[in-house]
């Protein structure tokens, strides 16, 4: 994977100052309409990076995946550097309607996966909740003139008045990029797609959904080969669901799948090939004393991502990320606590069904600091060396080119300070459930809504 050793944010993620290992964050864009009523269509579903971070796709509720291409470096205008700008966008999945079981099928892009680039083009996996694409997307900058069956203009020519053969020629023509549909993997997943995941072998990759977990040919489209199957032969028998799937970064035969019990599974594929039964099962003990009714629910796990190097994975639950070492089954190695302050409004979260956002997580190019959302357009950066943690917000307050993003609290009860929000005046409707981090430098995007924003550390 790009960027293990990376300048993947060697400094601190916190800044006010301090040592020089700390960097500031700076507002770098912002993409997206300023609209008070934003269309349910336009909202960002998923937000990924390319292995070699130059290209950044985003996929929304509409269907739509747009792609972003970082500018190159340009002497005249030294700030512009590292600009994304609209490079590609198309229409990847539409509303279908599935008439055996009377359901609609949403067109919204639930996950957007690159593949490794191999020559000019470069290939993405997208998925809603039923069909898997994969997407050549390609320049033209030439176009063939001088056909012999065919005019200028296209239409055929009379093949009895061809006398001579002509080689055609390429002229130069104004660039264009192409985005075409290479494979359509359907029809193999009777519930609801949650995660796909491209192996390190770039010839596979795996689907799962709440019950199960296929594994496909990227070359294969009309079958594949169902991994983990946790379907209960009695359905009133289900106790947990499938949340999150993915594949070690340097081991083909390993994966993780987390589930809605806050359990994480690590299979390998050489044991058996129906993985029921794991090679290592990860799992905190609960503290009884902090039981409640909202225990199942808030350790249910939405997100899990191996970082870089492969020895550590980060799993995220509603109110906390943690990252546990691989050898070691029984506890995180790290905690991190994101909005502690929300453990007393779980009764108003259930009401409003926040309590249910998929809330997910990344790791920065080194491993040394992740990232996750929070509500109120807020984002958790923890630095896994210092132990230190910053609160940014997503704002159009703030978004003056280079203009250095505050740090923000949140004050529970007693007096505020000035710079605090109390947390009974934080928005649960603006919610920061989709992130992502540059593989080498310090470069992230955060889907807030309908608008996607960029920051970069102050050296970029």
Same mark, same amino acid.
């Given at each position: 994977?790009?960027?293990?050793?990376?300048?993947?944010?060697?400094?601190?993620?916190?800044?006010?100052?301090?040592?020089?290992?700390?960097?500031? !964050?700076?507002?770098?864009?912002?993409?997206?309409?300023?609209?008070?009523?934003?269309?349910?269509?336009?909202?960002? =579903?998923?937000?990924?990076?390319?292995?070699?971070?130059?290209?950044?796709?985003?996929?929304?509720?509409?269907?739509?995946?747009?792609?972003?291409?970082?500018?190159? @470096?340009? /002497?005249?205008?030294?700030?512009?550097?590292?600009?994304?700008?609209?490079?590609?966008?198309?229409?990847?999945?539409?509303? %279908?309607?599935?008439?055996?079981?009377?359901?609609?099928?949403?067109? /919204?892009?639930?996950?957007?996966?690159?593949?490794?680039?191999?020559?000019?083009?470069?290939?993405?996996? =997208?998925?809603?909740?039923? *069909?898997?694409?994969? !997407?050549?997307? &390609?320049?033209?900058?030439?176009?063939?003139?001088?056909?012999?069956?065919?005019? %200028?203009?296209?239409?055929?020519?009379?093949?009895?008045?061809?006398?001579?053969?002509?080689?055609?020629?390429?002229?130069?023509?104004?660039?264009? $990029? @192409?985005?075409?549909?290479?494979?359509?993997?359907?029809?193999?997943?009777?519930?609801?797609?949650?995660?796909?995941?491209?192996?390190?072998?770039?010839?596979?990759?795996?689907?799962?959904?709440?019950?199960?977990?296929?594994? !496909?040919?990227?070359?294969? *489209?009309?079958?594949?080969?169902?991994?983990?199957?946790?379907?209960?032969?009695?359905?009133?028998?289900?106790?947990?669901?499938?949340?999150?799937?993915?594949? +070690?970064? +340097?081991?083909?035969?390993?994966? $993780?799948?987390?589930?809605?019990?806050?359990?994480?599974?690590?299979?390998?594929?050489?044991?058996?090939?129906?993985?029921?039964?794991?090679?290592?099962?990860?799992?905190?003990?609960?503290?009884?004393?902090?039981?409640?009714?909202?225990?199942?629910?808030?350790?249910?796990?939405?997100?899990?991502?191996?970082?870089?190097?492969?020895?550590?994975?980060?799993?995220?639950?509603?109110? =906390?990320?943690?990252? !546990?070492?691989?050898?070691?089954?029984?506890?995180?190695?790290?905690?991190?606590?994101?909005?502690?302050?929300?453990? =007393? /409004?779980?009764?108003?979260?259930? @009401?409003?069904?926040?309590?249910?956002?998929?809330?997910?997580?990344?790791?920065?190019?080194? #491993?040394?600091?992740?990232?996750?959302?929070?509500?109120?357009?807020?984002?958790?950066?923890? #630095?896994?060396?210092?132990?230190?943690?910053?609160?940014? @917000?997503?704002?159009?307050? &703030?978004?003056?080119?280079?203009?250095?993003?505050?740090?923000?609290?949140?004050?529970?009860?007693?007096?505020?300070?000035? #710079?605090?929000?109390? $947390?009974?005046?934080?928005?649960?409707? /603006?919610?920061?459930? +989709?992130?992502?981090?540059?593989?080498?430098?310090?470069?992230?995007?955060?889907?807030?809504?309908?608008?996607?924003?960029?920051?970069?550390?102050?050296?970029?």
């Amino acid at each position: 994977m790009a960027g293990v050793a990376g300048g993947g944010g060697g400094g601190s993620v916190a800044g006010s100052g301090g040592s020089g290992n700390d960097f500031q !964050w700076c507002f770098s864009q912002v993409k997206g309409a300023i609209d008070e009523d934003v269309a349910e269509a336009d909202i960002i =579903s998923t937000v990924e990076f390319s292995y070699s971070g130059d290209l950044l796709a985003t996929g929304d509720k509409g269907g739509r995946v747009v792609i972003f291409q970082r500018e190159p @470096e340009n /002497k005249s205008r030294p700030h512009s550097r590292g600009e994304y700008n609209v490079y590609s966008t198309f229409q990847s999945h539409e509303p %279908e309607f599935d008439y055996l079981k009377s359901l609609e099928i949403e067109e /919204k892009i639930n996950k957007i996966r690159w593949l490794p680039q191999q020559n000019a083009a470069h290939f993405l996996l =997208s998925t809603n909740d039923k *069909t898997i694409k994969l !997407w050549k997307i &390609s320049e033209r900058d030439k176009r063939a003139e001088g056909y012999n069956l065919k005019d %200028e203009d296209g239409r055929l020519r009379d093949p009895f008045r061809i006398t001579a053969l002509r080689v055609p020629i390429l002229k130069p023509m104004d660039l264009m $990029v @192409e985005a075409s549909p290479r494979r359509i993997f359907a029809n193999a997943h009777t519930y609801h797609i949650n995660s796909i995941s491209v192996n390190s072998d770039h010839e596979t990759y795996l689907s799962a959904d709440d019950l199960r977990i296929n594994l !496909w040919h990227l070359e294969i *489209t009309d079958r594949s080969f169902n991994i983990v199957d946790i379907k209960p032969a009695n359905m009133e028998e289900l106790t947990e669901v499938i949340t999150a799937a993915e594949f +070690h970064p +340097h081991h083909c035969n390993v994966f $993780v799948y987390s589930s809605s019990k806050g359990t994480i599974r690590l299979c390998d594929m050489r044991s058996s090939a129906l993985c029921d039964r794991h090679s290592k099962f990860f799992e905190e003990p609960e503290d009884p004393s902090s039981r409640s009714f909202f225990s199942e629910i808030i350790s249910s796990i939405s997100d899990v991502k191996f970082s870089h190097s492969g020895r550590y994975m980060m799993t995220r639950d509603y109110l =906390s990320v943690k990252v !546990w070492d691989l050898n070691m089954e029984n506890r995180p190695v790290e905690t991190y606590q994101v909005h502690e302050y929300l453990r =007393s /409004k779980l009764c108003s979260l259930y @009401e409003n069904d926040c309590i249910f956002d998929k809330f997910e997580c990344c790791w920065n190019g080194s #491993d040394s600091a992740i990232m996750t959302g929070s509500y109120n357009n807020f984002f958790r950066m923890f #630095d896994r060396n210092t132990r230190r943690d910053l609160t940014l @917000e997503a704002s159009r307050e &703030s978004s003056k080119p280079r203009a250095i993003l505050k740090p923000r609290k949140v004050c529970t009860g007693g007096k505020r300070k000035k #710079d605090e929000i109390s $947390v009974d005046s934080l928005d649960f409707n /603006k919610k920061i459930l +989709h992130t992502a981090w540059h593989p080498a430098e310090n470069i992230i995007a955060v889907a807030a809504t309908n608008n996607l924003y960029i920051f970069q550390d102050k050296i970029n």
